[in-house]
C-alpha cells in the first residue's frame, strides 16, 4: 500500500539534486544582482558628473561672493576714511 522507504543513496542523490538547484539559484541571484548593480553605477555616473559640476560652479560663486564683500569692505573703509577727512576739514 505504501511505497518502501527510500534508500540512503537513494537520499543522498535527491539531497546532491536538491543542493544542486538551490546553488543554481544562489549563482542566478548572484548574476541578477551584479548586474543591477552595474546598471546602477551606469545610471549614477552621469548625476555623478552633474554634481561635480555643481560643486564646483557652488566653489566659483562663493569665491566670487567672497570678492565682492572683500570690495565693500575696502570701499567702506575709504567712505569713512573720507567722511573723517572731510569732517576734520
Do not use: C
Not at 542523490?13 to 546598471?39: C, L, N, P, V, Y
Amino acid at each position: 500500500s505504501h511505497p518502501p522507504p527510500p534508500s540512503s543513496q537513494e537520499d543522498l542523490s535527491m539531497m546532491s539534486k536538491e543542493g544542486e538547484k538551490w546553488q543554481q539559484e544562489f549563482r542566478r541571484k548572484i548574476d541578477a544582482f551584479e548586474e543591477a548593480k552595474k546598471r546602477t553605477e551606469q545610471d549614477l555616473d552621469p548625476l555623478r558628473a552633474t554634481l561635480r559640476d555643481l560643486e564646483n560652479e557652488v566653489m566659483e560663486q562663493t569665491e566670487k561672493i567672497r570678492g565682492v564683500k572683500k570690495n565693500i569692505s575696502d570701499n567702506d573703509m575709504r567712505i569713512k576714511a573720507m567722511l573723517r577727512s572731510v569732517a576734520t576739514n
